[in-house]
């Protein structure tokens, strides 16, 4: 049994008997979300060793948290079993125990945390409301964070407080969008020919190095075009076979960073530029611009008019502000290093700090 459908029957099953016998007709969401595997149905037996097992988060509106929370965490000691369908409801080695402090509480012994929506917003995003998201927040936020929230199950929701925050922030505004996908091709647009041009020179091992970059680009531009978010690096590349234009790209991708031949390499990359190209006229989202592949200036390099697609996606961002910003990009797209993807106050310093923002 994968980890939401334990969760679901947990709740079903202990927690929501065990909570309408406590605290009857108490107004309350149930859901799993925010951290693990499991919210994307990747978790299998590996995922158990850590941050997996039968939990529930139970959120509740400010003063209903205020009056109850604590008392929730510590009685549901008494009613808790040890296990439940085989599985040890406690914390056992998880990297994200739970954390008692404004808006939200818990206890490592069982699965059961209580919370508040604004709490848990503030530590999934850095933000405490969905109302009046900025352009240059969405900029700051992580997709791999935007993606567990929206992401796992929400098992009941009395107040629709918390679906409608998921809902919120289901996906990018349509500026947002085109930003993120002008500056990806940007991405591509700088790197696309030094796959051969490394290659010509001899430095076979450069070539595929720049190769699995312009690869991953590729990957996440997949994602933009299919409007979902990107996950963390280590569930990217099962996520993306998911997708319906990964049909056309995995053969290309795989053609570019198995090949032998620097040559065979670009054509491949190539292609796969082709592909990403042809879909979004197909979306309407590159105007007059046609693709085309051919050499880089007068070297025998297969590159794509990236650039004509950049300005495209530019000229249709209505917000005045991204029209104005310099094509980075995204917090993503200008880092993937952890400890600040994974940590919204340091996602939004960041980006500020990029975009010389106070």
């Not at 290659?199 to 076979?204: A, E, T």
Request: include cysteine.
């Amino acid at each position: 049994m994968q980890g939401i459908e334990l969760s679901r029957r947990f709740y079903w099953e202990v927690v929501r008997p065990w909570l309408d016998a406590t605290a009857p007709g108490l107004s309350h969401s149930a859901a799993i979300t925010g951290y693990g595997s499991e919210l994307l149905g990747f978790d299998d037996e590996t995922s158990k060793d850590h941050n997996w097992g039968p939990r529930v988060q139970i959120f509740l509106a400010d003063q209903a948290f205020a009056e109850n929370a604590e008392r929730l965490v510590e009685t549901f000691l008494e009613a808790a079993p040890s296990h439940f369908l085989g599985e040890p409801i406690g914390y056992r080695s998880r990297p994200h125990p739970p954390v008692s402090d404004a808006g939200r509480a818990g206890n490592k012994a069982h699965g059961v945390e209580v919370l508040t929506v604004a709490a848990h917003l503030q530590d999934s995003l850095g933000i405490s409301s969905i109302d009046g998201i900025s352009s240059t927040q969405w900029l700051g936020f992580a997709e791999q964070r935007l993606l567990v929230l929206t992401a796992g199950a929400v098992f009941h929701d009395d107040q629709r407080r918390l679906s409608e925050a998921r809902r919120a922030l289901a996906y990018f505004p349509n500026d947002v969008w085109l930003y993120k996908i002008a500056s990806q091709w940007k991405r591509i647009a700088e790197e696309q020919a030094f796959v051969g041009r490394t290659g010509q020179v001899g430095d076979d091992l450069g070539s595929r190095v720049i190769a699995a970059r312009l690869a991953r680009d590729v990957m996440r531009m997949g994602f933009l075009l299919e409007r979902q978010y990107a996950p963390s690096a280590k569930w990217l590349g099962s996520a993306f076979a998911r997708l319906p234009i990964s049909t056309a790209l995995t053969p290309l991708l795989t053609r570019a960073l198995t090949t032998t031949d620097w040559r065979d390499r670009g054509d491949a990359l190539a292609s796969a530029y082709l592909v990403l190209a042809k879909r979004q006229r197909t979306d309407k989202l590159a105007g007059q611009v046609e693709p085309i592949v051919g050499p880089y200036h007068e070297r025998p390099f297969s590159t794509i008019n990236a650039d004509d697609f950049v300005a495209a996606c530019l000229g249709q961002i209505e917000d005045p502000l991204l029209r104005s910003l310099p094509v980075i990009g995204s917090l993503d797209q200008i880092t993937d290093m952890t400890p600040v993807l994974v940590d919204p106050n340091a996602s939004h310093r960041l980006v500020r700090a990029v975009f010389d923002w106070k």
